[in-house]
């Protein structure tokens, strides 16, 4: 079964922190992975997307790892700021033109 | 670039009445676009499948007479949640696809629907 998890299922973390998020999928055949940034209320937005040879991927202060191999990824956030408080989702394609597999979230606060 | 928008961003609807949300892509062509569903604290899930000028796909248990999705051009879907119900009070968003060389989705703002 297609599957993406995410961990942890929420988090808090004091402003100018650093915080790691982590998923796992047992999507098969794999086309790629995003992360999206989805506030509360509003739609998501795409922070990165990876294909099958894409390791890591940078936008910001926000930084996306993926192995293939072992069907994992993380989303790096540097010196987290109070804007940074939202749901980050995981999502993955099978192949292009399929339906997206999401993850259920994780929910970030960043507080002062 | 890459825009996509939703109208209404928030309705009420009284039960039994019938509510149209628009999902606009802005400054591209879109080929593909499609519906999700989201309860609260809860992840996108996806309702259908709409590529231009064909009928949508919808996903299993989704009822295609009650949410009418039509994609009568390249810039433009609607859904129509018809004989609203409280149970049908929900987040919609829509996203689009169709640039070139891409896999990426965009997604709208979403609309609240609330149905008293």
């Known amino acids: 079964k297609n599957q993406v998890e995410q961990s942890p299922q929420s988090l808090i973390i004091l402003e100018g922190k650093n915080c790691t998020l982590q998923c796992n999928y047992t999507v098969s055949p794999f086309s790629n992975l995003r992360w999206y940034k989805q506030d509360t209320g509003r739609g998501p937005v795409s922070l990165t997307i990876m294909t099958f040879s894409e390791n890591t991927k940078s936008n910001g202060r926000y930084t996306a790892t993926l192995d293939a191999d072992t069907k994992q990824s993380s989303l790096h956030i540097t010196a987290s700021q109070l804007s940074d408080s939202a749901s980050y989702i995981c999502v993955v394609s099978g192949k292009a033109g399929t339906a997206l597999i999401f993850g259920k979230g994780t929910t970030l606060s960043v507080s002062s | 670039g890459a825009v996509v928008s939703q109208h209404p961003s928030w309705v009420i609807c009284k039960s039994g009445t019938s509510v149209k949300i628009e999902c606009r892509s802005l400054?591209?062509?879109?080929?593909?676009m499609f519906w999700y569903r989201q309860f609260p604290k809860q992840s996108l899930m996806l309702m259908a499948t709409s590529n231009e000028g064909s009928k949508a796909t919808y996903e299993q248990g989704v009822e295609k007479d009650k949410f009418l999705i039509n994609h009568a051009s390249l810039t433009l879907s609607t859904l129509t949640v018809t004989s609203a119900h409280p149970e049908d009070s929900s987040f919609y968003i829509c996203?689009?696809?169709?640039?070139?060389?891409?896999?990426?989705?965009?997604f709208g703002p979403g609309t609240r629907l609330t149905v008293t």
């Open positions: 996203s689009a696809s169709g640039l070139a060389d891409t896999y990426e989705q965009y």
């Open positions: 400054d591209f062509q879109a080929t593909t």
